[in-house]
């Protein structure tokens, strides 16, 4: 039993390492895609952000994507494609 419960904790750690790294490499993606978008002009920014949603919005999803996974996705690409104010 002491094995099972050491062999779960293991598991559990290198998972928790896995999900770190993914977090961190959406994060570096974040950061260089808000720089990429401020040092364009408005004009190429918005045009660009259109494009993306443009794009999503005609996508059909196979049966496996759920309308969850979908939503999810959208909120995401729009924190992605507008920066934070300072």
């Given amino acids: ?5 050491s062999e ?3 598991k559990l750690a290198e998972k928790e390492e896995e999900s770190k790294e993914f977090v961190a ?3 570096a993606l974040e ?7 401020e040092r364009m002009e408005r004009s190429e920014r918005l045009a660009i952000i259109t ?3 443009d794009a999503l919005n005609e996508t059909q999803p196979d049966d496996s994507v759920t309308a969850d996974d979908t939503t999810l996705l959208k909120k995401y690409l729009s924190r992605l494609l507008t920066p934070p104010t300072t």
């Fill in 1 to 5: 039993m002491k094995n099972l419960i």
């Fill in 8 to 10: 779960l904790l293991a």
């Fill in 25 to 27: 490499q959406i994060e």
């Fill in 31 to 37: 950061i260089v895609i808000f720089a990429m978008l």
């Fill in 51 to 53: 494009n993306i949603e």
